[in-house]
């Protein structure tokens, strides 16, 4: 990250889904650096440390040592928490599952996709997220 450049979070332990992630976001020429954590652990220690805060946190639930949940139980006491948006990015969640999630401060929950112009579509919806206000 080059210091004072936005930029967008993503917590994501898949090396496969963080190069397609790269790369949609690069095709979208998004005006935002993309950095990647690969544990909840590390997420809570990198926002913890981090100069600025990200544009948006794109979370994986299903990762090692601690999960996103986890991790959302910890952030959502936090006051820079409310300060960005967070999506959840799984590859499944369930009904209830995203009400809890919402209720933790997600903003919103998207399903990873099977095809890449799937992706495609949610990425620019990450990128519209980011230039809309915080709700």
């Not at 544009?55 to 960005?84: C, R, W």
């Given at each position: 990250m080059i210091e004072?450049?936005?930029?967008?979070?993503?917590?994501e332990d898949d090396n496969d889904d963080q190069l397609l992630m790269e790369s949609a976001?690069?095709?979208?020429?998004?005006?935002?650096d993309l950095i990647f954590v690969e544990n909840g652990m590390e997420l809570i220690a990198f926002l913890e440390n981090a100069s600025s805060l990200p544009e948006l946190l794109i979370l994986d639930l299903n990762m090692p040592?601690?999960?996103?949940?986890?991790?959302?139980?910890?952030?959502?006491?936090?006051?820079?928490?409310?300060t960005f948006k967070?999506?959840?990015?799984?590859?499944?969640?369930?009904?209830?599952?995203?009400?809890?999630?919402?209720?933790?401060?997600?903003?919103?929950c998207f399903t990873k996709p099977l095809t890449y112009a799937s992706l495609m579509?949610?990425?620019?919806?990450?990128?519209?997220l980011v230039a809309g206000p915080v709700n």
């Amino acid at each position: 990250m080059i210091e004072g450049r936005r930029y967008i979070l993503a917590a994501e332990d898949d090396n496969d889904d963080q190069l397609l992630m790269e790369s949609a976001f690069s095709e979208l020429d998004a005006p935002y650096d993309l950095i990647f954590v690969e544990n909840g652990m590390e997420l809570i220690a990198f926002l913890e440390n981090a100069s600025s805060l990200p544009e948006l946190l794109i979370l994986d639930l299903n990762m090692p040592k601690m999960s996103g949940l986890e991790a959302l139980d910890v952030l959502h006491g936090k006051p820079y928490f409310q300060t960005f948006k967070t999506v959840v990015f799984s590859t499944t969640y369930s009904e209830g599952e995203q009400l809890r999630l919402q209720q933790r401060g997600v903003y919103s929950c998207f399903t990873k996709p099977l095809t890449y112009a799937s992706l495609m579509e949610i990425t620019a919806t990450f990128v519209q997220l980011v230039a809309g206000p915080v709700n």
